[in-house]
């Protein structure tokens, strides 16, 4: 599990959003995304945001499914918390 402060996150995700590449309404499938991460989800944390958070919204229902599989991931992998 990785983590990190909310700080870190916003900073992390400013940093992403001024990145010259952005995901331009990629989902990536399920598939795509177990075959490029496998189990080392960690290591892949910034690239699962850099998706939620430089793409426009999910129009079908695989790419729901794509941003559904993505939240759960950084759910289950991704601990926010206070530096307080």
Do not use: H
């Not at 700080?7 to 990145?19: P, S």
């Not at 499938?29 to 999910?58: M, Q, R, V």
């Amino acid at each position: 599990m990785k983590k990190m402060t909310f700080d870190e996150y916003d900073a992390l995700v400013d940093r992403l959003q001024e990145n010259t590449y952005q995901c331009d309404d990629w989902w990536p499938t399920k598939a795509e995304l177990k075959e490029k991460i496998g189990s080392d989800i960690n290591s892949y944390i910034s690239f699962l945001i850099w998706i939620l958070e430089t793409n426009g919204e999910p129009g079908t229902e695989e790419e729901i499914e794509s941003k559904r599989y993505i939240n759960k991931l950084l759910r289950e992998n991704l601990k926010l918390y206070d530096k307080e």
